[in-house]
C-alpha cells in the first residue's frame, strides 16, 4: 500500500519572510505544524502558506477569529471545493481494519474535497492516530491546505452495533450512558466526557456522534443503551455535563475540544412498536399521549452548554403533529424546515453545525424496503434512509435537506455533484452553500486545526486507555450497577439471615453462567458443575429479545420484540436451574428494560447492569465496592403493561415491578426518587 510520508527538511527560520520547512518548525511557533506546507514569516509573525501564494492570507493568519478567517476562505474556495466540504464521508478501511487505504484517502480529500470523514477503526491508538496523520498530511496537499475533521460514533462503552458504535479496543470502558443516568451525577458525567475528549483528540479524533438527548419512552426499542434514559429533566442535566466535557467547557469550542453533536432531533424514542428508524419498516413516530415536548425538552442542557453540532433523526412524525399552528411535514427531520430552521435554528438559537444522520440521499433499493432475499446476508448495498423522500431524486433530496437547514451530510455517497449541479441549475443559491460551509470551516479554525492537525502516533497510546483512566472507567462501571433484590439467605447454616451481599466470606464454591471461570478462580473460588454441589450460582443474563427482522440490514443487528424471560431462554433456563436448588444472583444486562418478574421471585440478589466487566462485577460482590445506581427507566411488571404503555411517555406503565429511579443500597434500604 502506498504510503503519504514526508521527510522534514532542515528547518531554516530567518527574519524577512524567508521560508521554513517541517514540522520541527513547532520549535519556533508554538502549536504550528506542517508536514508540506510552507512555514513563512512576515513581519516576524510566522505562519502556515497553506495555499503557497508566498503571503499571508487572513484564513491563514491565526490572530484572527475563526468567523472572519471563515469567511476568507470561502471567498477562495470553487463551488466544487465548497460542496466538498459539505461531505461527511466514510472512507475505505485497511484489511487489518487499522488504517484507511491511500487510494481512498486521496479520492475523499484531494479528489472531492470532503470535509469530513467517520472512522470506525478499532485497531491500538497509535495505529489510529498513524491513520489520522496520514488523512491530515494529503488534506495538507490541497490546493488551499483545508484540514479534515475525524468524527467517531461512540467508542468507550460496551455495546457494538456497526454504524451506531465502534467496538473498544484502545480507550478506557465505561458503562453505557444508560449506566452514567443510572448514577446521576453531571460531575462523573463530565468527567467521563473530558477522559473521553483526551482518548479522542489523542488520536485524531475531533468529533463525537454524541451524545444521544433521545428519551427512551418507548421500551421495546432497540437504541435506549445510548440515552440518558426516560426523565427529561435528568437526560438534560447529563447531557448538558456530557457536552461540556466533550467540548473542554461550556462556552464553545477552543483547541483543546472535540465537537459534540447532540442527537437525534427530535422525539426519536417515540417509536412505533419500538423499531428502529435506520430501518424502512421503522420510520414512524407516535405520540399518543401528546408529549412531543418532552423530547424536545432533553435537549436544553446540550444548548446550555452551547453543544457544536446536532443530529436529525431519520423518523417520520405522526400525521396531526402540530408545530407553530401547523401540522409537520410527514418527512424525516434531515428534510424537515418546520424542525430545523424554524423550531431548533428559530426558537432555540442554535447556530451550530446540523450534521444530518447516514444516507438520507441515498436511495433505499428493493432489499433496504423489503428485506434482503432468503439466505442472503443483508448488507449496505442498496441502503439509504430517505424516509418521506423516497420518490425523490437524490439531487431533489439534497435541495430539500439544504433548504431545512443541513449543513453538512453524513455517509452520502461522498459525491459532491449533486450539490454543485443543484446550485448550477439555479435550484439552491451558493450564498446558502457558503452559511453552510462557513460553519463547518468555523469549527477547524476553533479547534486550532489549520495550526496543527496531527497527533504525536507514541504519545496515543501512552494517552488512550491509560492506567487511571481505566480505572475511573471501572470504577464507573461499579457505581452503575443497580441493586434491585438482597434477600436474606442462609446456606447449610453459613450467613443465616443475613443479605445476600455483600457475599459472605465462607461461600466458596459457586455454579456459573455466562461468567468467566478464570477470573472466579482467580479470586479463590471454587467452580462447580453442578449447582447442587455449590454454596452459591452466579448468573449472568441479557434482557430478553427478538430479531424480528432477520432479512434488514438493521434489523438483523438490532434488539426488538418482547422483553420478558420465557421458558427455553438459555439465562432463564439457568436462572431456574439454579434457584431450585442454591441460592443465585443474578445481574441482568439492561440494555433494555427488561420484565424481571419471573426472575425477581427466582433470584436471591438481583442487580440491572448496563455493562460491566467480570473483574469488576467480583468486586462489588464481595463488598470491595458498592452498587449505588438508580433505574433510568422503569421496569415494567409485564408485557401486557408495555403494550398498554404511550410510546411518547416516560414511566407511564401499569404498576411497574421496579418504577424509575429505584434502587438499593447495601445494608438493605431503598431509594426510589430523585
Request: glycine share 10%; charged share 20%.
Amino acid at each position: 500500500m502506498r504510503r503519504f510520508r514526508f521527510w522534514p527538511a532542515v528547518v531554516a527560520v530567518c527574519l524577512g519572510g524567508w521560508m521554513a520547512w517541517g514540522p520541527a518548525f513547532a520549535d519556533a511557533a508554538p502549536g504550528l505544524v506542517a508536514r508540506s506546507a510552507p512555514v513563512l514569516t512576515e513581519r516576524g509573525f510566522p505562519y502556515k502558506d497553506l495555499n503557497r501564494n508566498g503571503r499571508l492570507d487572513p484564513y491563514e493568519d491565526r490572530r484572527l477569529p475563526p468567523a472572519m478567517r471563515a469567511q476568507d476562505l470561502v471567498r477562495r474556495m470553487t463551488l466544487e471545493e465548497k460542496a466538498g466540504q459539505m461531505l461527511h464521508a466514510t472512507p475505505a478501511s485497511t484489511a487489518t481494519g487499522d488504517g484507511w487505504t491511500a487510494d481512498s484517502l486521496s479520492s475523499l480529500l484531494a479528489d472531492r474535497h470532503a470535509g469530513a470523514m467517520i472512522s470506525r477503526l478499532s485497531g491500538g491508538a497509535q495505529a489510529q492516530a498513524d491513520a489520522a496523520n496520514q488523512a491530515q498530511e494529503i488534506a495538507e496537499q490541497t490546493r488551499l491546505g483545508i484540514p479534515v475533521m475525524l468524527s467517531s460514533d461512540p467508542r468507550n462503552h460496551f455495546q457494538y452495533v456497526p454504524g451506531a458504535s465502534v467496538e473498544n479496543k484502545a480507550f478506557s470502558q465505561w458503562p453505557e450512558t444508560t449506566g452514567l443516568a443510572a448514577i446521576g451525577d453531571p460531575r462523573l458525567v463530565r468527567r467521563f466526557g473530558d477522559i473521553a475528549r483526551q482518548e479522542y483528540a489523542a488520536i485524531g479524533l475531533r468529533m463525537t456522534l454524541s451524545p444521544q438527548a433521545d428519551l427512551s419512552t418507548e421500551p421495546r426499542w432497540p437504541r435506549i443503551n445510548g440515552t440518558f434514559g426516560e426523565d427529561p429533566d435528568l437526560a438534560s442535566r447529563l447531557v448538558e455535563a456530557y457536552v461540556a466535557g466533550f467540548q473542554n467547557g461550556e462556552r464553545g469550542l477552543n483547541r483543546g475540544g472535540v465537537v459534540a453533536v447532540v442527537k437525534h432531533w427530535v422525539g426519536y424514542g417515540a417509536a412505533v412498536d419500538g423499531f428502529d428508524g435506520h430501518n424502512h419498516y421503522g420510520q414512524d413516530l407516535t405520540f399518543p399521549a401528546g408529549r412531543f415536548q418532552d423530547h424536545v425538552r432533553a435537549f436544553r442542557g446540550a444548548f446550555a452548554a452551547n453543544v457544536a453540532g446536532v443530529m436529525p433523526t431519520y423518523s417520520v412524525p405522526p400525521e396531526g403533529l402540530i408545530l407553530f399552528g401547523r401540522p409537520l411535514e410527514r418527512v424525516g427531520a434531515g428534510f424537515s424546515k418546520q424542525l430545523l430552521t424554524d423550531l431548533l435554528r428559530g426558537r432555540y438559537g442554535f447556530d451550530g453545525l446540523i450534521l444530518s444522520d447516514w444516507a438520507i440521499t441515498q436511495d433505499c433499493d428493493a432489499n433496504c424496503r423489503n428485506g434482503w432475499p432468503a439466505g442472503q446476508t443483508p448488507g449496505f448495498a442498496g441502503f439509504g434512509t430517505p424516509w418521506g423522500m423516497e420518490q425523490a431524486t437524490v439531487q431533489q433530496r439534497f435541495v430539500k435537506a439544504i433548504d431545512a437547514g443541513i449543513d453538512q451530510f453524513g455517509g452520502t455517497s461522498d459525491d459532491p455533484a449533486p450539490i454543485v449541479q443543484a446550485v448550477r441549475a439555479g435550484q439552491l443559491s451558493e450564498r446558502r452553500i457558503d452559511q453552510s460551509v462557513v460553519r463547518i470551516l468555523e469549527q477547524k479554525f476553533a479547534l486550532g486545526l489549520f495550526e496543527n492537525p496531527y497527533v504525536d502516533e507514541a504519545a496515543a497510546g501512552r494517552i488512550a486507555g491509560n492506567a487511571r483512566f481505566v480505572a475511573e472507567g471501572k470504577a464507573a462501571q461499579q457505581a452503575s450497577l443497580v441493586l434491585l433484590e438482597n434477600k436474606p439467605v442462609a446456606v447449610r447454616g453459613i450467613g443465616r439471615g443475613r443479605p445476600m451481599l455483600p457475599l459472605n466470606p465462607l461461600l466458596r464454591r459457586v455454579w456459573l453462567h455466562g461468567v468467566d471461570a478464570a477470573t472466579i478462580r482467580a479470586r479463590g473460588f471454587t467452580v462447580v458443575d453442578d449447582p447442587g454441589q455449590a454454596d452459591f450460582a452466579l448468573v449472568r443474563a441479557a434482557a430478553p429479545y427478538e430479531i424480528l427482522h432477520p432479512n434488514y440490514t438493521f434489523g438483523s443487528r438490532q434488539h426488538e420484540g418482547r422483553l420478558d424471560f420465557r421458558d427455553g431462554d438459555p439465562d432463564y433456563e439457568a436462572i431456574k436451574r439454579a434457584s431450585a436448588v442454591v441460592p443465585t444472583v443474578v445481574t441482568v444486562y439492561l440494555d433494555r428494560p427488561a420484565v424481571l418478574t419471573d426472575v425477581s421471585s427466582r433470584a436471591t440478589a438481583l442487580i440491572g447492569n448496563f455493562g460491566i466487566t467480570d473483574d469488576a462485577l467480583l468486586d462489588v460482590l464481595q463488598g470491595k465496592a458498592r452498587p449505588r445506581g438508580r433505574l433510568p427507566f422503569e421496569l415494567p411488571s409485564s408485557m401486557a403493561a408495555v403494550l398498554a404503555q404511550a410510546s411518547d411517555a416516560p414511566y407511564d406503565s401499569r404498576a411497574p415491578l421496579y418504577p424509575f429511579g429505584y434502587g438499593l443500597r447495601y445494608g438493605g434500604y431503598a431509594v426510589s426518587s430523585r
